[in-house]
């Protein structure tokens, strides 16, 4: 497959882009493990260099020492290879969000999002989550077949987040296009992000007026006092980075629940192995497979390999959790395990609040499509099942399934 590419500025790095993300990135990851071992110098688009760490240890180090693998792009020592159009440029751009952010301006911000998330009643959270996965449902269930990850996974999360920010089903819907298109990075990605940018800021100058009990308001009116030019791209930030990850965490569980003989029973009623199939969803095919990432604050040893003051280093975080040093598979350790990196570590990870409102969010979305539609069964083979090519996001292109049609609900 990818055999290591030659280039005049780096020998022998892997290039992060192209078709083999489509179909078995993890035989990348072993790949690149054989040839490098824990971190990888990899190529990204326009053949822009970094580092990939894809030891299980290592990115445990780099995500529990920011003072060295620090978040801020301004660190970046490949600036003057970016050019304007840069299809990766909203994962580097220096637009000020908590992302971004370091030390004491990192933890005033990332404390008003997770105090305004975990502000939600989760109670409430799963009555929205079950409601609009009703309706949604609702959308496709007189016909006899439906796309899962069309019409189902890559809506439900937005849905749910729009009501936690107190928009209409309409109004997420849209939104939510707008973030796969920036995340996936292609030539509308910029587009994307500024469209997104002014929603926020609309939205932002209506809850200043009048607040109400949602996420923004919360947001507003924590002690951290922000201004809007954080609160703007921090409320991007929660809504994207919340969207995609829960749509292809959905869309995975799914995939794995209908292709997957050990999780038959629960599509004929049992829910047991629902959470187990969730969980083995963050070790297998985990929907942030590689993030972007931290820069080095110093010349620093890694895994072998010197890493230069300001070089990028992308988390692998697939190719960690499938450590072979620490992953050796369902049979020996059980799914039950949680030491996976999916969420991340370290005080950029993602937030706990947003981790529970992205399981709730799931969970609902399994549970009601089973309840709804009891006999949901594959309309192809498991192998003509598409994965998406980004490098960064692992989800479906779709996700093509037939039921018997039932009636909708309705009324909600
Ligand atoms: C309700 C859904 C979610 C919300 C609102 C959310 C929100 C966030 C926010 C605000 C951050 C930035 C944290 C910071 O830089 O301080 C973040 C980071 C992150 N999230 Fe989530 N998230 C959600 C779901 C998920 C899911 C389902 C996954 C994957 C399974 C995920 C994986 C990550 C990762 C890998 C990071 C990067 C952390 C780093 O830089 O080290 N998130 N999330």
Not at 164 to 182: F, H, I, K, N, S
């Amino acid at each position: 497959m990818n055999a290591p590419h030659d280039t005049k500025s780096r020998p022998g790095a892997f290039r992060l882009y192209g078709p083999q993300f489509q179909t078995s990135p993890a035989e990348l990851y072993r790949q690149m493990r054989a040839q490098y071992g824990p971190v990888a110098p990899v190529l990204l688009e326009g053949d822009v260099p970094a580092w990939l760490v894809i030891g299980y240890r290592e990115l445990h180090h780099v995500l529990s020492h920011p003072e060295v693998f620090a978040r801020s792009s301004r660190r970046w020592n490949a600036w003057d290879l970016i050019p304007e159009n840069w299809p990766l440029r909203p994962m580097v751009m220096r637009t000020p969000t908590v992302l971004f952010a370091e030390g004491e301006e990192h933890r005033r911000r990332a404390g008003a999002i997770s105090d305004a998330l975990a502000g939600a009643d989760q109670h409430e959270v799963r009555q929205y989550a079950t409601q609009a996965a009703d309706r949604l449902i609702d959308g496709f269930c007189t016909a006899s077949k439906a796309d899962l990850r069309a019409s189902y996974a890559a809506r439900l999360p937005a849905v749910v987040l729009g009501r936690l920010y107190g928009l209409d089903q309409e109004r997420a819907d849209v939104l939510a296009e707008a973030m796969t298109t920036m995340v996936d990075g292609g030539p509308d990605a910029v587009r994307a992000q500024q469209f997104l940018l002014k929603t926020m800021g609309e939205l932002v100058a209506a809850r200043r007026r009048r607040p109400g009990n949602d996420v923004v308001s919360r947001m507003i009116n924590h002690p951290a006092a922000l201004r809007d030019e954080e609160l703007i791209p921090d409320l991007v930030v929660v809504l994207g980075g919340g969207h995609q990850p829960t749509t292809e965490w959905l869309g995975n569980t799914l995939r794995l629940m209908l292709t997957d003989d050990r999780f038959a029973a629960s599509l004929t009623g049992a829910r047991r192995s629902v959470r187990e199939a969730l969980t083995e969803v963050l070790w297998e095919d985990t929907p942030t497979q590689n993030y972007l990432g931290r820069y080095a604050a110093r010349d620093v040893e890694l895994g072998g390999q010197l890493i230069r003051t300001g070089d990028l280093l992308l988390l692998g975080l697939a190719g960690a959790n499938s450590d072979p040093r620490i992953n050796s598979g369902p049979d020996a350790q059980g799914w039950g395990n949680q030491a996976y990196l999916s969420f991340s570590h370290g005080e950029h990870r993602c937030p706990y609040p947003a981790q529970e409102l992205a399981e709730i969010i799931v969970t609902a979305g399994v549970e009601v499509l089973l309840d709804r539609l009891p006999d949901v069964e594959l309309a192809v083979g498991a192998d003509e099942l598409r994965w998406r090519p980004s490098p960064w996001m692992r989800g479906l292109v779709a996700l093509p399934v037939v039921f018997t049609p039932v009636p909708p609900l309705g009324g909600q």
